[in-house]
């Protein structure tokens, strides 16, 4: 069974950054593409970016257009969103999502718990 686990959330000032991580466990992670959502205070959850199994990389947002990226290491069965330049509408609880292959359609039936991310002075 797939499972995914994030890491790496936290507290930081605006214009800071941070890394987070996500482990997948359970099958062959090469098969999947794995995406990046979050949820902010009030709204609806988003798409954000999503890496497929080819390591074609797909932007869901313009909002993070040159501030978040999305990589993936084969060997530590690991995707990872980096952030910079964070701002406080970058505020939320960020999840990774995993389903075959590609990033379309965004349905994604495999959901980590999530990592808080607030960005505050």
């Known amino acids: 069974q797939l499972q995914l686990v994030e890491s790496g959330g936290g507290l930081v000032q605006p214009g800071g950054s941070l890394r987070l991580s996500c482990v997948v466990s359970?099958?062959?992670?090469?098969?999947?593409?794995i995406a990046w959502f979050r949820r902010a205070p009030g709204k609806e959850r988003e798409g954000v970016l999503c890496?497929?199994?080819?390591?074609?990389?797909?932007n869901y947002v313009d909002a993070v257009k040159g501030r978040l990226t999305i990589s993936r290491d084969s060997a530590r069965s690991t995707v990872y969103l980096q952030m910079d330049n964070l701002i406080p509408e970058d505020t939320g609880v960020y999840y990774c999502?995993?389903?075959?292959?590609?990033?379309?359609?965004?349905?994604?039936?495999?959901w980590g718990k999530g990592t808080q991310v607030t960005v505050s002075s």
């Open positions: 359970g099958v062959t992670s090469d098969y999947y593409a």
């Open positions: 890496i497929s199994h080819s390591d074609a990389i797909t």
């Open positions: 999502a995993a389903r075959e292959y590609v990033c379309y359609p965004r349905l994604f039936p495999f």
